[in-house]
C-alpha cells in the first residue's frame, strides 16, 4: 500500500494529481489523515476525504509514504511525532519515500537525506540536511523522490509509477492524459 499523508494546509494538487496518476496505473493508494478528522482542509480552503486516520494506518504494509508538500501543511506533517517516527522505522528498514514542495523539509529534518541528491520548492533548500540540492522538477535518488513543487505535480506521479512499474510504465498515462502533448509541443 502506498500511504499519502494530508495534514491542514497541503497543497491540493500535490495530493490529488499523484494519487490520482497512481491510481491510474493501477497501484495500491490511500490518502491519511494526520489531523484526527476525515476531512482535511488544504492550503486553499478544499476539504478533501482521507481513506484512513492515521491511528489506522498499518505501516508494515506500507510500501511508499508520500508527503504532499503546501504551507503549513509540511511544517503539520514535520511536527506531527507519531508520522515522523513511523517515516524513520520506514526509512531505515529500506522502504521508500517520497515529498514534494516543502514536504522534502521532514525529510531533511529526520536526517534522512543525508549524502542524497534532492529538489524542493526554492527556499526550502536549506531545510534539506546534508543534500545535494539540485533544484531539478523531480529527482530520484535510489529510494527517495521528491518534486519541486506545485506545477511538478504530475511528473511526480508519473515517476511513483515508473518507480513500481518499471521505467517507461508511465508513458501510457502520459500519453492517455494528453501530458506528452504538453511537454513535447
Not at 500535490?14 to 494519487?19: F, G, H, L, Q, R
Not at 506533517?77 to 515522523?84: F, G, H, S, V, W
Amino acid at each position: 500500500m502506498i500511504y499519502v499523508f494530508l495534514a491542514t494546509g497541503f497543497e491540493d494538487i500535490e495530493a490529488i494529481a499523484p494519487v490520482d496518476i497512481m491510481r491510474r496505473a493501477g497501484l495500491e493508494v490511500q490518502t491519511v489523515s494526520i489531523t484526527g478528522e476525515e476531512i482535511v482542509t488544504s492550503a486553499h480552503g478544499v476539504g478533501i476525504a482521507s481513506d484512513l486516520l492515521l491511528s489506522d494506518v498499518d505501516f508494515s504494509s506500507a510500501e511508499m509514504l508520500v508527503l504532499p508538500g503546501g504551507l503549513p501543511g509540511s511544517t503539520n506533517l514535520d511536527a506531527c511525532k507519531p508520522l515522523t517516527e513511523a517515516i524513520k522505522r520506514h526509512f531505515e528498514s529500506g522502504g521508500p519515500i517520497a515529498a514534494i514542495c516543502a514536504a522534502p523539509l521532514v525529510y531533511g529534518h529526520l536526517g534522512l537525506l543525508q549524502g542524497r541528491r534532492a529538489t524542493c520548492y526554492p527556499g526550502v533548500e536549506r531545510e534539506l540536511a546534508g543534500a545535494t540540492y539540485t533544484a531539478a522538477i523531480v529527482e530520484r535518488d535510489g529510494n527517495i523522490i521528491t518534486g519541486k513543487g506545485p506545477a511538478a505535480a504530475f511528473e511526480f506521479g508519473y515517476t511513483i509509477v515508473d518507480f513500481f512499474l518499471g521505467e517507461g510504465a508511465s508513458q501510457p498515462l502520459r500519453q492517455g492524459m494528453i501530458y506528452k502533448e504538453l511537454t513535447e509541443g
